[in-house]
Each structure stands twice: as structure tokens, then as C-alpha cells.
């Protein structure tokens, strides 16, 4: 059963502990993930491989390089894991200079967490090059800082990505509210201790303790976030 979410008409900011908001990128702000199947798909199938469909929630959200070893020994491909991550970025890249279509509610969203001085952060397993094309839709200006993938040794799904963003910000990772649309993104910041919003992309996401899931950014605001952090009254 999905968490309640907190009424923002009758929640304020008053004792709220919220710190910072952190947001992961692909499927999350962006509506990218079914651009990276696509490439994976035309990639392998240059390589003489067809992609099982069942493939996809096993590589969605992940590093790249965890993906796109999955992606060789499931098919047996014979090409070199730092030759295929090459390939698939520098296809992405192409793709996105097209255009990056936001989700539903992202850009609302940014621009209420920049009206309101609220420290964001943009936590990533993408690689800095493909972050950096996509702030350019995103606004550079709504974050105070980003993280990419190949800037850490460990990824999602470990907690050291969201536990820098929150050390780089100088907060406490328990009072920082993540959004994310992955299960590999949730069991990173979940384990950094953080609060997790859910936002499904390409698999299902359940509801847990400490974790709230939602259909879309757009039931998402910074009263709802506020929410997350403060103690519903006594009886409610």
C-alpha cells in the first residue's frame, strides 16, 4: 500500500527538518530512460544481439557500467566493457542533443526549490559529459551542485553518491528529501539514510517504511517535502 501523502493545504514549513532535496536525473527530471533502452538496443543489434525486454529492469537507473556488463554476459557480445560504455554514451549524447524531454512536474518543481533558496542537489549514475548536455535543458541555476557517476568510485545502488551531495552541502543526510524513479536509486539513498519520494519510471516501485511513492512529480512540492520531515499532528 502506497505511504499517505501529507495534505500540503494544512502542512507549513514550521518545524520542518527538511535541509536539502536531492534529485536523481534520468526517468526522475528527465524523461530519458527509454532513450538509453534505445540505444542499448541499437547498439547490441549492430552487434548481432537482440535485447530481451526483460532485460531493461535489470539495467534501468543502474551505472553504466554495471548495465552494460550485465548487457555482455546476457547476450555474450564480444566487445570490450570500456569499448561498449564508450559506444553507448557517446550514442546517448548524440541522442539528447536533439532534446530532453522534462517529466511532468520537473520544471514546476525546480523553479519553486530556486524561488525558495532550498539547497538541490542533481544525483546521478550518468557520466558528467551527458549531465552536462542535460543541464542545459534543466537550468544549471536550479542547482547548487551536481554529482555525475564517473566522478565517484562507488555508485547507486550504493549510498555514497547522495552521501557526498548531502557532505558537499554541508547537511545531514537524514534531513534531506530524495526523488528518484528507480529501485537502484532508492536502495542508495535509503541507505545514505536519507527520505525517499518514489517516483516510478519503468518498474514498479513498492511502498516501505520511510518511503513514500507517488504517480508523478506533479503531486510533488516543496509542502509536500516539508511533509515529509515534520510529524503529522497528534490524532491525524
Known sequence: MTSS???VDTRSAAGSALQ???????????????????????????????????????????PMARSAAFLI????AKIALTELTVLLNTRFSQMIGRGVPLMPGARRLLAELAAHSVPTALVSASHREIIDRVLATLGPENFTLTVAGD???????????????????????????????????????????????AVPSVAPIPAADGRTVVRSLEEVDLGFLH??????????
Open 5 to 7: 501523502i501529507p495534505v
Open 20 to 62: 536539502a532535496v536531492l534529485l536523481d536525473m534520468d526517468g526522475t527530471l528527465v524523461d530519458t530512460e527509454g532513450f538509453w533502452w534505445e540505444v542499448e538496443v541499437a547498439v547490441f543489434a549492430e552487434l548481432g544481439h537482440q535485447l530481451l525486454e526483460e532485460y531493461r529492469e535489470v539495467v534501468v537507473g543502474g
Open 73 to 76: 554476459q546476457a547476450t555474450g
Open 151 to 197: 566522478e565517484i568510485e562507488r555508485t547507486k545502488p550504493h549510498p555514497d553518491p547522495y552521501l557526498l551531495a548531502a557532505a558537499r552541502l554541508g547537511v545531514e543526510p537524514g534531513r534531506c528529501a530524495v526523488v528518484e524513479d528507480t529501485m537502484t536509486g532508492v536502495t542508495a539513498a535509503e541507505a545514505a539514510g536519507c527520505r525517499v519520494v
Open 227 to 236: 511533509g515529509l520531515m515534520t510529524p503529522p499532528p497528534a490524532g491525524r
